[in-house]
């Protein structure tokens, strides 16, 4: 059974910065984080495909996030620059074992992680 296990949440000021990984059981082809807001549906925020490094990113956080993979580790990071409120989120990391489309979507991914919070204050 697959498993995808997201670690790096926190609780931090405006304008800072954090990281978030996920590890997976197996290889996958397309790994993402999405996330969620308190009364939000869950949004995609930046894909990878783990084959060729190509990216994706939401237009929310294109410039301040960076989403990378270390093949060896079978581990995806996001790093999180700038941070905003409007951030804040439990992040929830995806895969897949096929090419994900984008625009990010929910139905795309087979695999999910349990989340991991980020809170972000003014």
């Known amino acids: 059974q697959v498993q995808l296990v997201e670690s790096g949440g926190d609780s931090l000021q405006a304008g800072g910065s954090l990281t978030l990984s996920c590890t997976a059981s197996e290889y996958m082809k397309s790994m993402a984080w999405f996330r969620q807001g308190p009364g939000k549906e869950r949004e995609g925020v930046a894909l990878?495909?783990?084959?060729?490094?190509?990216?994706y990113y939401d237009d929310s956080v294109e410039d301040r996030f960076t989403i990378s993979h270390d093949k060896a580790k079978k581990r995806m990071y996001l790093q999180m620059n700038s941070l905003k409120p409007e951030d804040s989120g439990m992040y929830y990391c995806a895969a897949a074992k096929v090419t994900a489309e984008v625009p990010l979507k929910v139905a795309g991914f087979t695999y999910w992680g349990q989340g991991t919070q980020v809170t972000v204050s003014s």
């Open positions: 990878i495909y783990t084959f060729n490094h190509a990216t």
